[in-house]
């Protein structure tokens, strides 16, 4: 399944439509249709609200957040109602509308939500925050912090979007991926390999630390490179 975020809205409709049969294709059309016929935020709750709340279970896990994305498209969902979906809804609305974010936000206004993502230890939430959205509006401060929650965490960096972009020549990057890479080794931990690669990328010249086996046995607490 592509990503949404990456995917332009065109193709997630055409990826859906041929995979999609019955019943889940049939309530997509019509939720589709029922979002672009009631735009926007209607009282307590929006028909198109109810819809996203459904669309796991009609159209099942793999395609639920392609077709959240596509619902909130079809109801030309601006920043308020983004923002009641993300801060009302389950984990999978809240990732749904961060993958949704570059469809239907052009400027720098829904940035707050992403910076609430990056907050949580949710890895799914965090994946989806690091897309496209976040590599155009993030401020540099925030998207290194990005960038290292997503070391901490375990998200694989190759979910950032535009990372080699935004790496390239980070001096303050390079400082702080240095200094994380100090703090494990002290502890007996060993460096992601995530942050070979980063550091590489802010730094073409640069040495990157020495890869785990090379600098002894892990911890005794068993850690894996991942925080707790």
């Not at 049969?21 to 016929?37: S, T």
């Not at 935020?41 to 996203?52: A, D, Q, T, Y």
């Not at 965490?153 to 400082?175: F, I, K, M, Q, S």
Request: include cysteine; charge should be neutral.
């Amino acid at each position: 399944m592509p990503t949404p975020a990456h995917t332009s809205v065109h193709a997630l409709r055409a990826h859906l439509a041929a995979r999609l049969h019955g019943a889940a294709r049939a309530w997509l059309d019509q939720a589709l249709v029922e979002a672009a016929a009631h735009p926007g935020m209607h009282g307590p709750i929006s028909i198109w609200e109810l819809r996203l709340a459904e669309a796991g279970r009609r159209c099942g896990p793999e395609y639920a957040d392609a077709a959240r994305v596509l619902i909130l498209h079809a109801a030309r969902a601006d920043t308020g109602a983004l923002g009641r979906v993300y801060f009302q809804g389950t984990a999978a609305e809240r990732r749904a509308v961060l993958h949704a974010l570059p469809h239907l936000v052009p400027g720098p206004d829904a940035v707050p939500l992403v910076e609430d993502a990056l907050r949580t230890n949710d890895t799914r939430l965090l994946a989806a925050a690091v897309g496209p959205y976040a590599a155009r509006h993030l401020a540099p401060h925030h998207w290194r912090h990005a960038v290292l929650k997503c070391l901490f965490t375990g998200v694989p960096v190759a979910e950032v979007a535009d990372l080699d972009r935004r790496a390239r020549a980070d001096a303050e990057l390079a400082r702080m991926l240095g200094d994380y890479a100090a703090e494990r080794t002290a502890a007996g931990r060993p460096v992601p390999e995530d942050l070979h690669r980063v550091l590489t990328l802010t730094d073409p010249t640069a040495t990157p630390p020495a890869p785990a086996a090379e600098r002894g046995p892990r911890g005794t607490d068993g850690t894996d490179g991942k925080e707790s």
